[in-house]
Every structure is written in structure tokens, then in C-alpha cells.
């Protein structure tokens, strides 16, 4: 079993910038990607971005360029550094661990950027 939390977001004005952590624990050894992901309301889940145990990554169009993920293995960390956020990028936020064929989700954090 796998537990994920996420932490740090907030409410920044449009320019600003928010760092988001995700913090795994238990059965960690196996994961090979963690993502994050973020559901506006109304809308549906969509990805953000996602690194790999081996530190590859990869985003969504929409956020390329403005946000970054990177991983602290030693503190079995996640975070999502997010630079220019726009109004649009308003939502929960959620990271994701995959592990084989599981999935764990933690339970979101809200973000909201005021214009």
C-alpha cells in the first residue's frame, strides 16, 4: 500500500508562482512514475505532468514551459514548481503513484489564481 499526500497550494494572483509537494510513504520501493493532475470544476481529470523513478518527464501542452516537475528521492518527494500561473490554471490538484498495475491518488489540493 501506497500513501500519497499532496500540500502547498494556495490562492496567488495571475504571474505568480506556487510550489506543490507530494509526499510518498509506505510500499515506495516499486514506484516507477508519479504525475500530477488537476480537475477544474465542471471539467474533467487532466493531466499535468508525470516523472519517472529515473527522473524523465514529460507535461502537458498547456503547461509546458511555465511548469516543472522534480523529485527528491531521499525524501521520497514530489514536487510541481509552477511559474506564471494564469487564471485557467485554477483547480484541485492531485498527484498520482503508479506502482505495477496500481494506481494511488492523494486527496488534492486546491490552487486558485485570481486575475
Known amino acids: 500500500q501506497v500513501q500519497v499526500v499532496e500540500s502547498g497550494g494556495g490562492l496567488v494572483q495571475a504571474g505568480g508562482s506556487l510550489r506543490l509537494s507530494c509526499a510518498a510513504s509506505?510500499?515506495?520501493?516499486?514506484?516507477?512514475?508519479m504525475g500530477w493532475y488537476r480537475q477544474a470544476p465542471g471539467k474533467q481529470r487532466e493531466l499535468v505532468g508525470t516523472?519517472?523513478?529515473?527522473?524523465?518527464?514529460n507535461y502537458a501542452d498547456s503547461v509546458k514551459g511555465r511548469f516543472t516537475i522534480s523529485r527528491d528521492n531521499a525524501k521520497n518527494t514530489v514536487y510541481l514548481q509552477m511559474n506564471n500561473l494564469k487564471p485557467e490554471d485554477t483547480a484541485v490538484y492531485y498527484c498520482k503513484a503508479s506502482r505495477a498495475v496500481f494506481t494511488y491518488w492523494g486527496q488534492g489540493t486546491q490552487v486558485t489564481v485570481s486575475s
Open positions: 509506505g510500499s515506495i520501493s516499486r514506484i516507477n512514475v
Open positions: 516523472i519517472t523513478s529515473g527522473g524523465s518527464t
